[in-house]
């Protein structure tokens, strides 16, 4: 069962094929062999998982996600199950109640199995966890645990968050889905806040399906959509193009003539290269900002406890004069206006571009660079994230964006995207 998509065992619970407590003792069972090696979990509630799916089977009320075992990216408050925010200063701490998001998902009949690695406060102090392709690179940051544990099979479905490029990047070096929706389309109260005007939350599945099945359940809207016919996506490399490795432009291509065999349509969308770059630019700028801000209590009272990389960051933004901060934010909602009218205005579905710069680098390297990212978190527009491929026994993976509030039509389309690279390129289901 460990195996199985999400939707798959949704769609057995509530068949009567199998019991919400038979997936989790799967699950668990599964983990006990794979978690010494990857080591996604900060904290794992087995008891608490078993308890809640016996519940759920001796009471009957199935609910949406039920079947659907989950685990929380550890900036995400949880009152039965300590949150660490990936810092050691915050090592027991317990929040008083539950991040609106869990709500929602224990409602929905999910069972919350535990809490996933992330890097301290969501930036770039790594934990533990190893990608669980090849153990010596990394899976990705800063949902570390969260794509690791859905690579591994061992979690259905991950919450995850992007402030950077810390959900599309994981997943491609993961190979699984990743989703970023819309900016403040899922609600992120109870969620450690890093930098407030682009912090998302997003998702870690086997499939866009899965994706979509936690979609309606933690969006506030929009309307469905569909897309266009025929489907007509911008083919946009980026500014950093040169900086990604041969097999990931090669993979990119790959996709580019497959979709086009199928009757897609590609063309260059109305967008300045150097806008995105700068708008790379203004997210770190912006993020420093307001993670010297978010993160004030803790660099006052405990700065020697803070990994490096964190006190540089809050730092690096404590210095940045208040004009130049407003500056980028201004440039930033030109942008964000800019391009849902070049998408709109173009008949774009969608933008293909790269995911990263190519496979998970080595656990010493660091988490990788997500240079390929940052403009569309800035831009706070939905993506989503596909596996496309190995290289060197690692996964590769693209992204398609999407005009804001089009997320709906964004997974539709990333649906039959799916499909077709596996159905043509024979990417592992």
Known sequence: MWNCSASDLHARVLAGACSVEQ?????????????????????????????????????????????????????????????AYGAAL????????????????????????????????AYAAPGPTRNPHDAAHTPGGSSSGSAAAVAAGMAGLAISSQTGGSTIRPAAFCGVIGFKPTLGLVDSSGMK????????????????????????????????????????????PGP??????????????????TLQKHGMQFAAP??????????????????????????????????????????RLIETGRAVPVERYRKALEFVEQCRAGFDAAMTNGGFDALLSFSAPGIAPAVADGTGNSLFNRPWSMLGAPCLGLPCGFSA?????????????????????????????????????
């Open 23 to 83: 997936i989790v003792a799967a699950t668990l069972e599964h983990i006990s062999r794979r978690e010494p090696d990857v080591r996604a979990w900060s904290w794992l509630d087995a008891d608490g998982a078993l308890a809640a799916a016996r519940r759920q089977d001796r009471d009957g009320a199935h609910g949406p996600l039920s079947g659907v075992v989950v685990g929380l990216k550890d900036i995400i408050d949880t009152a039965d199950m300590p949150t």
């Open 90 to 121: 915050y090592r027991d701490h317990r929040p008083l109640r539950d991040a609106a998001l869990v709500t929602r998902l224990r409602r929905a009949g999910a069972i919350i199995l535990g809490k996933t690695v992330t890097t301290e406060f």
């Open 193 to 236: 806040a890093l930098a407030p005007s682009s912090d998302t939350v997003g998702w870690h599945a086997r499939s866009v399906a899965d994706i979509a099945l936690a979609f309606a359940v933690l969006a506030d809207g929009p309307a469905p959509a569909r897309v266009g016919s025929p489907i007509r996506i911008a083919w946009f």
């Open 240 to 257: 950093h193009a040169a900086e990604a490795s041969s097999a990931a432009a090669a993979a990119l291509e790959q996709v580019r003539r």
């Open 270 to 311: 109305d967008i300045e290269a150097a806008d995105v770059a700068r708008l790379g630019e203004c997210n770190s700028l912006i993020m420093a900002v307001e993670a010297a801000h978010s993160l004030e209590p803790e660099y006052h009272r405990y700065c020697e406890r803070l990994a490096a990389p964190t006190q």
């Open 393 to 429: 026994g690692l996964p590769l993976g693209v992204q398609l964006v999407a005009r804001r509030g089009a997320d709906l039509a964004l997974l539709e389309l990333g649906g039959e995207v799916e499909r077709l690279l596996q159905q043509d390129l024979h990417i592992p289901a």
